[in-house]
């Protein structure tokens, strides 16, 4: 089945401890990104990736990182999560192929930050 | 700077009845707009995008750009239309700004 998946899907850790969401899709997509959901905000980008090695900031990349080095494949890793990290995590992949820009969405990851 | 305005948190509307929810937004340029749904339990998905100028489920959204408005309707609204919807602007295809959200609710 084509798709995007995520994991975990739910995660509770501490203030300071690494950790990585990994995303992964099966549908051959050029285009990835990342976005955080939280009450009342709505989706906000966080990094997303045009092709392997080609990677960009979005709107809150503050405190994240990422890398695009499959196409399959766009990890998010936050290198010393903070209580102000706690929300949805959505990751998306796009054909952008002949001007097709929708975008497929994972089923959300739920982390929460101690 | 891009941003999207839905300025409903809730709509509730009786089945049968028009819908629609609104959609504004600021952007220096020519943006690509769209309108995703994620159902209760279901994955965020893609309902509408203007460049297509589709009708999906009944519903429509035209694009006004002397408005700056991207609002969706639909002439009758049906129960299996209660979902979340957001309003998307992308920006050079590759940077994307949602709304924040409205929650529709058509009851019987």
């Known amino acids: 089945e084509a798709q995007v998946t995520q994991n975990p899907r739910y995660l509770i850790t501490v203030t300071g401890k690494k950790l990585t969401v990994t995303c992964s899709q099966n549908m051959n997509h050029e285009y990835m990104s990342w976005y955080r959901q939280d009450p009342g905000l709505g989706l906000r980008q966080i990094y997303y990736s045009m092709n392997v090695e080609v990677t960009d900031k979005g709107d809150v990349p503050e405190g994240y990182k990422v890398s695009r080095k499959e196409k399959r494949n766009f990890p998010l890793i936050l290198e010393s999560p903070s209580p102000n990290q706690t929300s949805l995590y959505f990751c998306?992949?796009?054909?952008?192929?002949?001007?097709?820009?929708?975008?497929?969405f994972g089923p959300g990851t739920r982390l929460t930050v101690l | 700077a891009q941003r999207v305005t839905q300025p409903e948190k809730l709509l509730s509307v009786f089945k049968g009845a028009p819908v629609e929810l609104k959609c504004n937004y600021s952007y220096s340029g020519s943006p690509e707009l769209f309108w995703y749904v994620q159902y209760s339990r279901q994955r965020l998905q893609l309902l509408l995008r203007?460049?297509s100028r589709e009708s999906i489920k009944g519903f429509t959204a035209d694009l006004n750009k002397g408005e700056t408005s991207f609002h969706l309707k639909k002439p009758f609204a049906q129960e299996e239309d209660s979902a979340m919807y957001y309003c998307?602007?992308?920006?050079?295809?590759?940077?994307?700004?949602f709304g924040s959200g409205t929650k529709l609710n058509v009851k019987p």
């Open positions: 998307a602007l992308s920006r050079n295809f590759n940077k994307f700004y």
């Open positions: 998306a992949s796009s054909p952008r192929a002949s001007g097709n820009n929708e975008q497929f």
């Open positions: 203007h460049i």
